[in-house]
């Protein structure tokens, strides 16, 4: 099917003019039925991306990712292949989407800042869809795009932004064009060819997708074992696989020499066993049932393909088959799913336990965020269960179960999609800034990024609030950190400042530990005993207090915002 598409897409208007050969009536039939349906599918994919999209407020990370991508691009360039490698694709990207938004006069709001974000999650979904239909069946394909479009782990990363679902769209498409390159006769080239481009642009979005790689290697030595015919088919794109490893490899090691210094992932714990169970409820939106589901159907997919392969004598054969053409037509169709299931298999798999035993060591690499990208596999794996099960009405009935399950827990992802609440403060504080003002943040270690999250309010939201440079620890993107964090609660530096501004906003948020906290707090207190405090808020991410610095201390009612 997958060669007769692509076959007869190149038929030009002229040629189907002058005869409607049942080729073309079966083009015909495959678009109606693949791509309408894909369309439908990123629509709707889209349309749940999009809802509530500018609503939650911007996290660090993504302030982090913005206010990043807003610098010069020299200066861009030479932070992201030195300080920060990770992500570099999507910095770039970002940095290019922001120009073209301010040249057509939009500011980088929630929603706008997202919305490359939500695009290219309703992309994958098309891809997943597409994986499923032209490698499996068509009701695998719809069964695994309908879940993995309501799934509350890619909701999260189709809603940031954050590089996350570029890095799946690329993913996915890399395991198209590998699957493709590997079942099909035809065009395997250039197949290969898109596996490279897909797969080196995937690391640059994300460091995390050489376990992808990995993955994919780990596939096809598994396929050098099936039984024939497939085993042959897949010792002659040996060569193949060796020319794009080679090519890959040339085409990463900007990214990787400039990842060697070290890990920057010191902040996640070494992962346990429970950790696993945690992610699998992460992905199952901790609805147990739905998890013992997509397990089941996992398992009876990888189950029935592994039957249709074994010889036709076994006994254990006729539980899926009998004599009727129509069951030898449904064997042969099945014995399709074990060399896909396979690799959605390690796909699924691997990530989960390299990162699992790497994250023993220093580098800490377990986390859902990094493991989203299993998401399309195990869907894949479980639309292959419920296209495997012999029963149409079976099938049915499952597959609306399942995605009534998926869509139970979407509402919940909405309601707790807000992760830090940086905007209401910054808000408040652009509403009481009067000119000459002094803003000073703690703690602007870049880890922290007091100064980057209400930086980004102020650049989205304009107005005559900023940050001035001798702001006490100010964080400087020229040096990538802050030269002096400390001095924001130094009392010295403070006076200091006070001097050349009437009033001051002191700004506490993300304090790493209890020594930060209490340097906060010392601050606090004396800044209380020497100015006047006036107004404030006190959200549960920061705390905002506003002094006067040219009338003594006193007391008196202050104004405070929960």
Not at 403 to 408: D, K, T
Not at 419 to 445: I, P, R, T
Request: aromatic residues 12%; proline residues 5%; neutral net charge.
């Amino acid at each position: 099917m997958l060669q007769q598409a692509v076959e007869g897409s190149a038929f030009s208007d002229s040629r189907a003019k002058e005869t409607l050969s049942p080729r073309w009536h079966q083009l015909v039939s495959w678009i109606s039925s693949t791509w309408v349906l894909s369309a439908l599918l990123f629509t709707v994919a889209l349309g749940f991306n999009l809802y509530r999209l500018g609503t939650p407020g911007i996290w660090f990370d993504e302030a982090f990712s913005v206010e990043l991508a807003r610098q010069p691009l020299p200066l861009l360039w030479h932070i992201i292949f030195g300080l920060e490698p990770n992500m570099e694709l999507y910095y770039l990207f970002l940095h290019a989407w922001l120009d073209v938004t301010a040249m057509l006069g939009l500011h980088a709001t929630e929603f706008v800042v997202r919305l490359p974000s939500a695009i290219f999650a309703a992309l994958s979904t098309m891809v997943v869809f597409l994986l499923g239909r032209c490698f499996l069946t068509m009701p695998a394909g719809l069964v695994a795009a309908g879940l993995y479009l309501l799934n509350d782990l890619q909701l999260v990363y189709a809603q940031q932004a954050r590089s996350y679902s570029l890095q799946l769209l690329l993913i996915c498409i890399a395991w198209y064009a590998f699957f493709a390159a590997i079942t099909t006769e035809s065009y395997q080239k250039r197949w290969w060819v898109c596996y490279i481009g897909a797969t080196t642009l995937a690391v640059y979005a994300h460091l995390f997708s050489l376990f992808i790689l990995l993955a994919q290697l780990c596939s096809f030595a598994g396929l050098l074992l099936l039984p024939e015919p497939g085993r042959s088919r897949v010792r002659r794109q040996v060569p193949a696989l060796l020319i794009s490893l080679a090519a890959i490899s040339v085409l990463i090691i900007p990214i990787l020499l400039a990842a060697l210094p070290g890990s920057k992932t010191e902040w996640l714990l070494a992962p346990h066993l429970r950790d696993i169970a945690l992610l699998l409820l992460s992905i199952s939106g901790d609805s147990k049932i739905y998890l013992f589901l997509l397990a089941a159907c996992c398992v009876s997919g990888l189950f029935v393909a592994t039957l249709a392969y074994l010889p036709r004598d076994t006994s254990l054969l006729t539980c899926i088959a009998c004599n009727s053409s129509e069951d030898r037509k449904r064997v042969a169709e099945l014995q399709r799913f074990l060399p896909i299931g396979l690799g959605l298999a390690c796909w699924l798999i691997v990530p989960v336990v390299v990162s699992y035993i790497v994250s023993q060591g220093s580098p800490r690499l377990f986390s859902p965020r990094y493991l989203v990208t299993i998401v399309p596999a195990l869907f894949l794996l479980v639309g292959m269960g419920v296209a495997g099960l012999r029963w149409y009405r079976v099938q049915v009935m499952l597959a609306v179960g399942l995605l009534a399950l998926a869509l139970s827990v979407v509402p919940l992802y909405y309601r707790s999609a807000q992760v830090e609440d940086w905007n209401a403060a910054s808000f408040w504080l652009e509403q009481h800034y009067q000119a000459g003002d002094g803003l000073v943040c703690y703690d602007n270690a870049v880890e922290q990024g007091c100064q980057i999250s209400i930086e980004y309010y102020l650049h989205a939201y304009p107005g005559a609030a900023h940050f001035t440079a001798d702001s006490p620890g100010a964080f400087s993107w020229a040096t990538f950190r802050s030269a002096h964090p400390e001095a924001a609660v130094d009392p010295t530096v403070l006076a200091n400042y006070a001097t050349k501004h009437p009033r001051i906003f002191f700004i506490v948020g993300r304090l790493p530990n209890a020594m930060a906290a209490t340097r906060s707090h010392a601050a606090e207190l004396w800044l209380n005993s020497h100015y006047h405090l006036i107004a404030q808020i006190v959200t549960r991410t920061v705390t905002v207090r506003l002094y006067t610095t040219d009338r003594p201390p006193g007391t008196g009612l202050i104004p405070s915002f929960q």
